[in-house]
């Protein structure tokens, strides 16, 4: 008897027991507790969380087996879920919003100060070479100054018309200066202006000085506008972008990715990584901006490398004193061929009378120029008869012609800066090229989102118990996504949202890419492009603007208009443009071309997927 014991007793652990259900794990192996404990400091009532496990039929998202989540916390998981995966990915994106923050609140800075010390450098060149004469123009310059400022910061009136007509209030000013004995009525200007502004440049008064200014001032303004426009959009789309509108099948899938294992009593038990990609890659995919992302990088460094190099501002900056000086030194030297082409088409002036000729200025005391006046009693010498011409005007535009850049001052170091901010700006873009290709393996990269890649091997969160996923991790196209065993392919596709950010930056690529080229869209008029070559507005790429340089399209005449009666100088000059009016108000729209460009553009990006 006592052997047949000893057999029994040998045999019975080799006989099976009863086996585990689907449950069982549960039942046996979790409890509540360690739920109840985190969700307890996470601010969760544990009136609301069981003691125990209870029978999961009334969850909606996580398995519906046994579970330690009433409805209201599964709910509330769902909530605290989606606040913490849209969080990290506005955590992993901050950098590159501020990246381009910064970067276009520094371009910027620089820009427009290179501009206002354009503006001071001209006034000191000028008070040094014209002295009185400058003094009684001064609202002439800085009016010119004021519009560019107005084109770079919004959409003002075009740099076409803001030159031209300074050019044409200059030789209104400069031109009775050149006859003193004559008094010129604002008829009189007015066809002065027609003339000089006729298609056929018959008549150019100032040479070739207008239209290479005009070349070298419009690309580079061109240029740094569109930067600092693509610096800007892509700041604020991106911004958008990282504000992710998850959509309902994504809030499940982050809920069984991050929620459910606190339901099922296991929240230690990290997420597995290929479960973690294939939800981001479900969810962020169709919220980024590739295919978009690269061109628009690409567009920025290729205009960043213009603005320094054949399309500089600093240059063009220098150039506007330069070249105003080279336009009166040319109609000084060719006033009588000027004077003579006038008055064979607009006919004779009336002669002023002897008690209305003009007397000779008192000289202006040195102190008063703050000791600008350089030595030398030709210096104070007033405008003289036709016949003498201006001997000082002409003396310093021979000395500015030869003048090849400013002293060694703040527009120096502000083209050092602008270098630095290139360097800075090419060595921070190439971090991001991939950014929302891999923004997926950042966001789970994260603890709170997968396992550690080093613990693969590891038991891991499944999305229904614990375990190893075994399903195929996908990529993040379109095409991959289709076959997303985690979300559906509805829940892939981009919304509306996403396609109007990625048009967005389509469109800033678009303008900074014709920038770089030489060309506004904004302002360029295909109207009167329409018999010609189509091209538009295009500013060729020598870096001194010279006769190499592409000429636009002529311009048709563009007198003033005089409102009220008056003598010389009475009145107030109004210009309109003649049928070119490019803007009709404050605002700039784009023009035939480009509007097919975007509209083709939409129809790529909200055409069937």
Request: glycine share 10%.
């Amino acid at each position: 008897m006592s052997a047949l014991r000893t057999l029994l007793l040998l045999l019975l652990p080799l006989c099976p027991g009863p086996g585990r259900g689907p449950g069982s794990e549960a039942k046996v192996s979790r409890s509540c507790t360690e739920t109840r404990q985190i969700l307890g400091v996470r601010g969760y009532s544990l009136s609301l969380l069981p003691p125990a496990l209870i029978s999961g039929e009334h969850l909606r998202i996580c398995p519906q087996e046994y579970t330690c989540c009433s409805s209201e916390i599964e709910e509330r998981l769902t909530w605290d879920t989606e606040a913490t995966f849209r969080g990290l990915v506005e955590e992993t994106g901050s950098f590159l919003v501020h990246t381009l923050a910064a970067r276009h609140r520094k371009f910027d800075e620089v820009f427009r100060e290179m501009l206002s010390s354009a503006e001071h450098s001209l006034a000191l060149l000028f008070h040094r070479s014209y002295g009185r004469l400058y003094s009684q123009h001064t609202p002439l310059f800085s009016g010119l100054f004021s519009r560019l400022r107005d084109y770079y910061e919004k959409s003002g009136e075009g740099l076409d018309d803001a030159l031209v007509d300074f050019w044409a209030q200059l030789l209104e000013r400069m031109f009775p200066l050149l006859h003193p004995q004559y008094i010129f009525s604002p008829d009189y200007l007015f066809c002065l202006t027609r003339l000089a502004s006729s298609a056929d440049d018959s008549l150019k008064p100032f040479g070739d000085s207008p239209r290479r200014l005009r070349l070298q001032i419009t690309r580079a303004m061109v240029a740094a506008r569109a930067f600092i426009q693509g610096l800007e959009t892509g700041r604020d789309v991106v911004s958008e972008a990282l504000k992710v509108p998850m959509s309902e099948g994504c809030k499940r899938a982050v809920m069984r990715l991050t929620g459910c294992p606190f339901c099922r009593g296991v929240p230690s038990l990290p997420p597995c990584r290929g479960f973690c990609l294939n939800v981001a890659h479900g969810c962020l995919s169709s919220q980024g901006l590739d295919p978009d992302w690269g061109p628009y990088l690409d567009g920025l460094l290729f205009l960043a490398e213009k603005i320094q190099g054949p399309f500089s501002f600093e240059l063009a900056a220098q150039s506007i004193g330069v070249k105003i000086s080279e336009g009166l030194m040319y109609l000084q030297e060719n006033s009588v061929a000027v004077s003579t082409q006038v008055f064979q088409e607009c006919g004779g002036p009336q002669k002023s009378p002897t008690r209305t000729r003009r007397a000779p200025a008192p000289p202006m005391p040195r102190e008063e120029m703050g000791g600008l006046w350089m030595p030398g009693a030709e210096e104070e010498r007033p405008t003289t008869a036709a016949g003498n011409s201006l001997p000082r005007l002409v003396s310093w535009a021979q000395a500015a012609r030869g003048y090849l850049g400013w002293p060694v001052g703040p527009l120096q170091l502000h083209l050092l800066s602008l270098r630095n901010q290139v360097w800075e700006l090419r060595e921070r873009l190439s971090r991001v090229r991939g950014f929302w290709a891999g923004l997926p393996l950042t966001v789970c990269g994260d603890p709170r989102m997968a396992a550690d890649i080093t613990q693969e091997a590891a038991p891991c969160w499944t999305g229904t118990g614990r375990g190893r996923y075994l399903l195929p991790v996908v990529g993040g196209s379109l095409t991959k996504e289709l076959n997303n065993p985690e979300l559906d392919v509805e829940a892939s596709n981009p919304d509306l949202q996403t396609r109007t950010r990625r048009l967005h930056l389509r469109a800033a690529t678009i303008r900074m890419k014709a920038a770089a080229l030489g060309r506004d869209l904004e302002m360029e008029d295909w109207d009167e492009d329409a018999s010609g070559s189509g091209e538009g507005q295009h500013y060729a790429d020598d870096s001194m603007a010279g006769a190499a340089a592409v000429a636009p399209p002529a311009r048709p005449p563009r007198p003033p208009r005089r409102d009220g009666a008056g003598g010389k100088g009475g009145g107030v000059i109004i210009r309109h443009n003649q049928g070119r009016s490019r803007t009709g108000g404050t605002t700039v729209g784009f023009h035939t071309q480009p509007i097919l460009i975007l509209f083709l553009s939409a129809l790529a990006l909200l055409g069937p997927r």
